[in-house]
């Protein structure tokens, strides 16, 4: 174990979504590498705390990388330099001694910021509410077995299930494009044999849903390279396949609307 | 209880109770009924549908049902609830209703399925479970998860959980601590994420049917009784800092565990334990508070800063050994130690169930192989958990398929790569199988009140196998409430119930100001963070892996000056009208403190080791958790008296009526 010393932080304060907002300029003097990333603005907020300042808001929650709640634009990058790996899971072995971090919000106008470093993401409920689910009651579900998944669609599946619904897709998307996330969900439920009962309403749901709120994806590719959980840009080949297949279908056949 | 016993050896005299004089204020034990179902154990839950009262359709949403949390239990209730036709209510602290710590959870979900062939059945998970809780579990609550285990898979892969599949197309299963059975489901090592996804999407069709209405960012601060019934809660707005009433017909507190009270834990950092301490101040009876889970394989602590400890799967030790080496202070390179030299402990203490005992054994023997100055690390303060023989046997790529995420999560932590090296592992706090006591209903000792998953008591004794929390979660949630509800909302239809304006509502909003305007008002010199960190060393070092008389007195004086300094010199900065997460924290300490007096009494009072619980004067000459089943075969459930050192003690007798008591073993 060793330690990084003199590290400035750059972090932007925000009063509240009225507030103008400002990067405020903070100062570590020694900081274990051990030490994750949030660990250390844990340390720092105490430092706050201690005298008698604000503690710097932002949002976490399990810090084992699953929960989707942590954020932070960390010098530019959505979750900072490690690919594929969350704030939470970021550690200062990444950083070195003397460095200047700077530390943002998601910036993205779906994405109102809500004080200092948290953001509203409650826009991804809405889509997941048009239409992000299959439909079944509980208590009348078959057997479980009684329909087999080929290993290779389940395995696709959970490629796409494994989003945490984080925001980083958004965040690094120069149009703020939230279609990496809507397609992994659509793709999760599309692929299943489970979901095909739904599928054409289902995408037709969440694009409509994901256009009221988020820009357009124009194949940039960041939110692929963002993505913690390195989610492929191939699940929007799939909703969009699908979403044209959608429209091409006769509405009165399809399952909802 | 009524049916005939058919355990043949006497293990329990109800009425020899004469205990020796009791630290704790002791009230004249007032029998708590848990309302178990007539007939035979595998009849009761469908005896008890039989003679439930129903509702109309068409009546149910004139019933508002408030659910507090949207983890696995909470979202899974809100949803059926809402299927059904309750008009529900959803309240979670978090931004969206899907970063619930259910989520967390790697391993699996266990159910008798027994697509194996194996062996299994819904007696066999009934009896692992409760042999796995150290027969400290109500047998009819246990038989019920086991039986309602089986639809808990059907329904979620109905919803889409993408679990993991063999070639045909069948489900894929895998084995787990405390069975030797494979009925584990599982989805990669995500398999809370899924579930809770799953749940969560079902609840999200139900807000955008609008039959749910969700609160976020919105935390419980107080439960509101009126004529002895539940009729609501009171939340703050985290956003704004308002405070608000809600007032339904029944509450669902869904919120979750308390290892959190260790500080260092596996839980989220938002867990917290208020809205099972604030039902328990309203009346709600807290049962066996000191039945905690350490988990035996977390990534040890890697220095002072650290906020949480890592979990890894408990599914690991299916493929990896636990070894530390053979003699003290040996710090030479793990590669460098011969066969010869290394102590497989797990393997050699316990060879039938090796290294796939249950998590409390497996903890013990963990922190006696650190104790004993053969731990490992920089800190020396883990064991090893090594893969380099199954990846021989198996292949990297095998490995790397079933193990693949974990891997890569250890190795970003800690800058290791554990296909070259073995893990280093050390037990954690994770689960807590203590909670709001609740009877067959899942109803607390409040009216209408419930509790469901991990903040009631019900089902996991005194120590709770892998692989069982998602399953109970889901049971209580998608099986249970929903039918026991409408037995206590039937005989309510038309009857006026209290409405927000009732001034007990008002009462309550008052004192849930002042008590957050207090936290603000002290203006003394440490954070909420230092002294929950203080308050989980106490915990930690007397209340954790092993307990004794004389640590446990230390920790209740302990605890109680450092909550006098937390009184008088904590500081909150920031204002009460704008997110304030430092003025969050201090009222979530606060409940810790109390919650840890209690912890620590309950750990006092029941002089027995049991699971989890393990007193160092009640062992065998092996080292084995030694019960008192004459004695302590009940649960312990305490009552708030008003006066935090004076809890009342009220037991519920445990009846093994299908299940002999035994000594468990897992030699």
Known sequence: MSHLENLTLKIWRQNGPADAGRFQSYRIDSISDEASFLEMLDVLNEKLIGEGLEAIAFDSDCREGICGMCSLMI???????????????????????GDTIVIEPWRATAFPIVKDLIVDRSAFDRIIESGGFITAATGGAPEANLTPVPKAVADAAMDAAECIGCGACVAACPNGAANLFTAAKVSHLNLLPQGQA??????????????????????????EAACPKNISIDFIALMNKDFRKAKFKDRKLASQK | MAT????????????????????????????????????????????YKADMKLINPNNKRKFKVIVVGSG?????????????????????????????????????????????GDGDSVHRLFYDTVKGGDFRSREANVYRLAQTSVNIIDQMVAQGVPFAREYGGQLDTRSFGGSQLQRTFYARGQTGQQLLLGAYQQLSRQIGLGTVKLWNRSELVDVVTIDGRCAGIVTRDLVTGAFQSHAAHATI????????????????????????WRAHQKGAYFANPCYTQIHPTCIPQADDTQSKLTLMSESLRNDGRVWVPLSEGDNRPSAQIPEGERDYYLERMYPSFGNLAPRDIASRAAKRAVDSGRGVGPLRNGVYLDFSQAIARLGHDVVKERYGNLFEMYQRITGENPYDVPMRMYPASHYTMGGLWVDYELMTTIPGLYAAGEVNFSDH???????????????????????????????????????????????????????????????GSRSPDWFHRELGKII???????????????????????YEEFKTDLRVTGDGVSINQTLEKAGRVDDFFQLGMLTCRDALERRESCG?????????????????????????????????????????????????LAQRSYK
Not at chain 1, 77 to 97: D, E, I, N, V, Y
Not at chain 1, 198 to 223: H, K, L
Not at chain 2, 253 to 273: I, K, W
């Open chain 2, 540 to 562: 930690w070092n007397d209340c954790g892996m092993e307990r004794n008389k004389a640590g446990l007195q230390r920790a209740i004086s302990d605890l109680l000056a450092l």
């Open chain 2, 253 to 276: 507190l869904a919120t979750g565990g308390y290892g959190n009270l260790f500080f260092l834990s596996t839980n989220a950092m938002n867990c917290n334990v208020t809205a099972g």
């Open chain 2, 72 to 116: 696995l239990a909470g979202a899974s209730a809100a949803a059926s609830l809402a299927e059904l036709g309750y008009d529900v209510d959803v309240f979670t602290f978090h931004d969206s209703p899907r970063r619930a710590h259910s989520i967390a959870a790697q391993g699996g979900i266990n159910a008798a399925k027994n697509y194996r």
């Open chain 2, 612 to 660: 989890g619980h393990f007193r160092t004067e009640y062992q065998d000459a092996e080292g084995e958790a030694q019960r008192d089943d004459a004695n302590f075969a009940h649960v312990a459930a305490w009552e708030n008296t008003g006066d935090p050192m004076k809890p009342a003690l009220h037991k519920e007798e445990l009846d093994f009526e299908t299940i002999h």
């Open chain 2, 4 to 47: 005939a016993r058919t355990v043949t050896k006497p293990v329990k005299k109800a009425p020899a109770k004469k205990a020796p004089a009791r630290p704790a204020a002791v009230k004249k034990a007032t029998p708590l009924d848990a309302k178990i179902p007539r007939g035979p154990i595998a009849d009761k839950w469908d005896n």
């Open chain 1, 198 to 223: 739904e599928r054409w309403g289902r995408v037709q749901a969440m694009v409509e849903s994901m256009d009221d709120y988020f820009g357009s994806c124009t194949n940039y590719g960041e939110c």
């Open chain 2, 461 to 523: 004794g005194a120590n709770r196998l892998g692989a069982s929390a998602l399953m109970q979660g889901l049971a209580d949630g998608y099986f249970v409430l929903p039918q026991t509800i409408g037995n206590y909302l039937a005989p309510m239809l038309n009857k006026p119930t209290p409405g927000v304006d009732h001034p007990e509502f008002r009462t309550a909003e008052q004192a849930a100001q002042q008590r957050f305007q207090g936290y603000l008002n002290i203006g």
């Open chain 1, 75 to 97: 010098d530019g990058l959505a979750h900072g330099p490690q690919s594929g790996t969350a704030t939470c899971q970021l550690h200062m072995r990444s950083f070195k001694s």
